[in-house]
């Protein structure tokens, strides 16, 4: 009865609402824009193009390191060794360019790094079942400990120099830098997997109750094995990226990425219980947290404040995607009760 004597307006806004409250990317994306427009008004240089573009290249490797978290949260699965990662990767990266005087077998040893700590780690938790969050914590001390002994806390510097390698990071194509195109890839590359394949559906189907999805037939080992993997490889890419900026293998890089990366997780609205969440949003929360970051630094604020101002934007947004999920289950109700009511007028 109260739809069939709503006003028009009030139809469009509860219509716009749904919209809201149904589609995360679009609520990130308003949230965005809003953020952009806030800085705009208060920092004149924010209102320059050539920001936004450093912005991207800035943001890159936490985008890449985002989406490979996003997709092993969907499992229900941590990884907390990717700031560790960022520094081993750089630091066998640097060191195999020393050693062999090639640059490719340096890029390759790098992404192999990746690829075996993803495994080693998908191991203990698929293998020996061992909770992924502590086991994830213990090996990134393990890591971060192995990078200060092997390194003596020393930066490891390309004797080679290869200018190709740092191409990596300062080239651009047209406006765009390259660091921004490889993460839009592999953001591609990650929502096709997501939502157009089979592994994709069992991923969200074993995030959603694992139990059941073992009974169903999906060998659920076998893909958070895989997740792991691809969780290692793309802290690897982050980790090649950031060293191109500096072509040089620091001991130290990566401290606090890892939470970084889950805030941007977070703020994309993936569940941290698995089964919820998608690789867009993260993008888009990595682009929020990133234009904040930006905004604060040309604005002269403190570091430690800005890490104050990124733990309320974390909380916030924890409140905010609770409203939205809230607001999407009562229109849902009360869509549901709409039909009930609707049928029951029909049969009277």
């Known amino acids: 009865m109260s739809s069939v004597f709503a006003s028009p307006q009030e139809n469009g806004w509860q219509k716009w609402k749904a919209v ?35 912005l991207l290249r800035q943001v890159s490797p936490t985008m890449v390191a985002a989406v ?15 700031g560790s990662m960022l520094a081993l990767t750089g630091i066998v990266i640097v060191d195999t360019f020393n050693r062999t005087d090639n640059m490719w077998l340096g890029i ?33 001390f393990a890591i971060r400990g192995l990078v200060y002994v092997y390194t003596n806390q020393t930066p490891i510097v390309d004797q080679n120099r290869f200018t190709q390698f740092t191409r990596l990071w300062f080239k651009n194509f047209g406006p765009v830098p390259s660091p921004i195109i490889v993460a839009l890839v592999l953001v591609a590359l990650a929502y ?31 893909v958070k094995f895989t997740l792991f993997v691809i969780s290692g490889l793309m802290a690897s890419v982050a980790g090649l990226l950031y060293t191109a900026q500096t072509d040089t293998g620091y001991f130290n890089a990566g401290l606090g990425f890892e939470l970084e990366v889950l805030a941007a997780v977070v703020l994309g609205g993936a569940s941290l219980a698995g089964g919820q969440g998608n690789v867009t949003s993260t993008a888009l929360a990595v682009l929020i947290i990133g234009t904040i970051g930006k905004g604060m630094r040309l604005m002269s604020i403190d570091t430690t404040q800005q890490l104050l101002v990124i733990g ?11 409203i939205r999920k809230q607001t999407a289950a009562r229109l849902t109700q009360e869509a549901y009760a709409a039909r009930q009511a609707a049928r029951g007028n029909v049969l009277a």
């Open 108 to 140: 390759l040893a790098g992404l192999l790094t990746g690829l075996v700590i993803g495994a080693i780690n998908g191991t203990f938790v698929t293998v020996i079942g061992m909770e992924s969050l502590m086991t994830t914590l213990g090996m990134m």
């Open 312 to 322: 309320i934007v974390m909380l916030i947004a924890v409140y905010y995607h609770r």
């Open 20 to 54: 809201w409250a149904r589609n995360e990317a679009l609520s990130l994306l308003v949230l965005l824009a809003g953020v952009i427009a806030l800085f705009m008004v208060i920092e004149p240089t924010m209102r320059k193009s050539s920001v936004y573009w450093d």
């Open 68 to 82: 490979g978290i996003t997709l092993l949260l969907l499992s229900g699965e941590f990884d907390l060794t990717v």
């Open 192 to 222: 096709f997997l997501a939502t157009r394949t089979e592994f994709g559906r069992n991923t969200y189907a074993i995030g959603g109750n694992a139990n059941a999805a073992r009974v169903s037939g999906i060998n659920v080992r076998r």
